[in-house]
């Protein structure tokens, strides 16, 4: 990965984003480099209305060109641990295999009722998350 200037990051909003008659939750933590503070930062921001009652309950978490370690990793886990009961399914986008591996070895420590996935294409990864069987 690159680093870039944390002045030159560019920090997309999170959305709500209709597909084939669902409806999911597009968390954009991508291309955010080595900058874990404005990662978790944002994340626990857009947390808050992930929590909504109105939110979708299908989150696509979006980390590509993101570093993705240990302490992030168990930040985010803990956060949609909180939000369980509001949360179906979850698939995380553009995680390497070591990030990969850490997510769900805490995913299975901390335990989540929602199915989670991951996927290197985010259009694969929003029909994952559309599709009715878990």
Known sequence: ???ILKENL???NS?????LGGEIWSEELDGLNIYTDVVIDKFLRDMV??????SPTLIAIHLNETLVEERLVNIIVTELKKADNSI???VFVGLNRT???LMKSSIEIVGVSFAYAFS???ENAKEWLVNKQR
């Open 15 to 19: 959305f709500k984003l209709p597909f």
């Open 120 to 122: 290197n294409d985010y």
């Open 1 to 3: 990965m690159k680093k």
């Open 10 to 12: 560019i920090i997309r």
């Open 49 to 54: 209305t992930i929590r909504k009652p109105s």
């Open 88 to 90: 179906q399914k979850v």
């Open 99 to 101: 990030s990969q591996k």
